[in-house]
């Protein structure tokens, strides 16, 4: 008879450890389960912000063309189905060295005359000579900052971006690079080239 307590004992013993330990684990997944939701809405916030400042930043860049297509196409030489890069001097040097080893991969698939390059340096002898250095593999056009929109990013930065000027001399695909995201670079080069190359 004792024996048979101390069975059911033990039995009702590990029966309620393994209750109130199956019940910490679901507390446990219970609180990963909130904080993912927490760390969802965080980031849904956070992209909901991104793409309202992005609508801003696109509306900024087809306005200025679509205002001044006439004196971009005498800038740009006319060029149709090209991808063009506009970015500034003084922005993320680093940024703008990641954009350019993207860019010259690109090329590689492209050809050279499928890319024009538009930055915006001082108009001045340094500013050429350091143009001549940097950009010396690939076709540019130095053009100042008025005259062709770099938009401002949340109003304190201005910020770089790819565009296609298509087969009608139009404007679309413009894409804003983030750094150290070449793998989202790539995936954007991968849907230009299918617009800019005569396959």
């Not at 910490?24 to 809405?41: A, G, N, Y």
């Not at 004196?71 to 500034?88: P, W």
Request: proline fraction near 3%; glycine fraction near 4%.
């Amino acid at each position: 008879m004792s024996l048979k307590i101390n069975t059911t004992n033990i039995l009702l013993c590990a029966s309620t450890v393994a209750f109130l330990l199956f019940s910490v684990w679901k507390s446990i997944e219970l609180e990963k389960s909130r904080e993912k939701i927490r760390m969802l809405r965080a980031e849904l916030m956070i992209s909901e912000k991104i793409l309202i400042e992005n609508s801003k930043l696109y509306s900024s860049i087809y306005s200025d063309f679509i205002n001044n297509k006439a004196s971009l196409r005498e800038t740009t030489g006319n060029k149709t189905s090209v991808l063009i890069y506009r970015y500034a001097k003084y922005m993320c040097e680093s940024c703008i060295l990641e954009d350019l080893q993207e860019i010259e991969l690109f090329q590689e698939e492209t050809g050279k005359e499928k890319i024009l390059l538009l930055p915006a340096y001082p108009d001045n002898r340094m500013g050429m000579i350091e143009l001549s250095n940097v950009l010396a593999k690939h076709n540019f056009v130095n053009i100042p900052l008025d005259s062709f929109v770099i938009p401002l990013y949340e109003g304190d930065y201005i910020q770089r971006y790819f565009a296609v000027i298509d087969k009608e001399g139009n404007l679309t695909m413009v894409f804003f690079p983030r750094r150290g995201d070449t793998a989202l670079t790539r995936l954007y080069f991968s849907e230009v080239k299918k617009m800019i190359v005569d396959l």
